[in-house]
């Protein structure tokens, strides 16, 4: 296979400059072979193609997928365990160290006891979003439970262009933006070329599980008014960035959509890195009904779905990628005007026991986003509990102010969890 990335993904391989990785740790309870482990990641390959390509870029500047016959074996890196927090000292590592050129774009980190292990799964952000990396994990696992599991592979050598419907693609408004799009995009970026590059060279996150009798409470309340855990979570957490002095313009978030939801090409067990993403914005009035407010941002969030354009960015293809080195010196030194951006996993779809290994804890997928503004949270619901990772740079929120944000959080969830 060779193909030519979008331009979505090229934007995000950002021509290899940065490290852009999505990173997730899961713990298991059980007797992991280092043979049977490769194996499992050697049919992980034999499933997703992406998995079995690296990156090239040819005197032209676009970059392609290329895959290696036979395919390159994902790295494996063992290291002795540490004890339970040991994956959080080496996320910030994993999410910053670039792949190696011809390498596959994942790589995989096993912290290693006797009984228990953490596998740290890292995946660059072209060919991976949360929702894929969390595919990868139920996989890797129902592989070692069950070696003669069979799994379909799919062609990942179709242009993303030719998900968009042909009627849409002869649309006359498509037309002239793709022609036009490129000359604009050129002298926008020119005019921004100007602006001050803001560093991104002191990442950190923070790590909040709740446990599963708050958790609980928390879902169950939200179910008695008719609301969301996404909804109040955002009405939150935007309270909480509100609450300090320096952030209280700040009025609006993103919210990270699945784009599998709208082309239906793209299928649930499919590798894709691109999400939608979808503004909200709100002021946040503690004087008023929390519930009341998650319900506003519940369908405010609705209203902005279903204006959601799925195919327009799809259009945007390899014609666009000579301006990629352009637009990652532009996303470098723009601070954006949103708090931060939200990516909500939900109820995962990974098992509690995979034969003879039981999933004792799932970390969130995140990242460490290395341009514009990084603040995220993302989040996902695990065992009946609410799992949250956040990340940033101290170059846009210290540490001690986020954790003064989700100190406010926290307080609000308490009086709210009944």
Request: charged share 15%.
């Amino acid at each position: 296979m060779k193909r030519a990335l979008a331009f979505l993904e090229a934007s995000l391989y950002a021509a290899g400059v940065v490290a852009n990785h999505v990173v997730a740790t899961v713990t298991i309870k059980g007797i992991l072979r280092e043979a049977t482990l490769q194996q499992a990641l050697a049919r992980l390959q034999q499933r997703h193609p992406l998995l079995r390509a690296h990156i090239d870029i040819d005197h032209k500047g676009i970059a392609y997928f290329v895959t290696t016959e036979p395919p390159i074996p994902i790295p494996v890196e063992v290291q002795t365990r540490q004890g339970g927090d040991h994956w959080k000292s080496i996320f910030i590592p994993a999410c910053v160290r670039s792949f190696a050129p011809q390498m596959p774009l994942m790589r995989l980190i096993w912290l290693q006891s006797a009984t228990v292990s953490d596998l740290v799964f890292i995946c660059h952000h072209t060919i991976c979003d949360g929702r894929s990396v969390l595919t990868l994990i139920n996989e890797t696992l129902q592989i070692l439970a069950q070696p003669t599991l069979q799994l379909d592979t799919y062609d990942a050598a179709t242009p993303l262009s030719c998900y968009v419907p042909a009627a849409l693609q002869r649309k006359l408004s498509h037309r002239l933006i793709r022609r036009l799009l490129p000359p604009i995009m050129k002298v926008a970026l020119w005019v921004a070329s100007f602006k001050q590059e803001i560093p991104h060279n002191k990442p950190y996150f923070l790590h909040w599980k709740l446990d599963a009798e708050f958790s609980g409470r928390l879902l169950h309340q939200c179910k008695i008014e008719s609301t969301s855990i996404h909804a109040l979570l955002g009405v939150l957490f935007l309270a909480g960035f509100q609450s300090l002095a320096e952030n209280r313009k700040y009025q609006k978030l993103f919210c990270s959509v699945d784009m599998r939801h709208f082309i239906p090409q793209i299928t649930a067990d499919m590798l894709f890195g691109f999400p939608a993403m979808v503004p909200v914005r709100m002021r946040i009035n503690l004087s008023a009904s929390i519930w009341q407010q998650a319900k506003q941002f519940h369908l405010q969030l609705q209203r902005q779905l279903a204006k959601i354009d799925p195919y327009g960015p799809l259009l945007y293809t390899e014609r666009l990628q000579p301006l990629v080195p352009a637009l990652t010196r532009y996303a470098q030194k723009d601070r954006g005007k949103h708090a931060f951006t939200f990516s909500n996993m939900g109820r995962v779809a990974i098992q509690e026991q995979y034969g003879g290994l039981i999933v004792e804890a799932l970390h969130s997928p995140a990242c460490i986003f290395p341009f514009g503004n990084p603040s995220t949270l993302c989040v996902t619901t695990f065992g009946g509990q609410l799992d949250l990772l956040f990340t940033s740079d101290e170059n846009f929120l210290t540490k001690a102010n986020a954790e003064l944000v989700y100190e406010k959080v926290r307080n609000l969830m308490e009086k709210l969890a009944g």
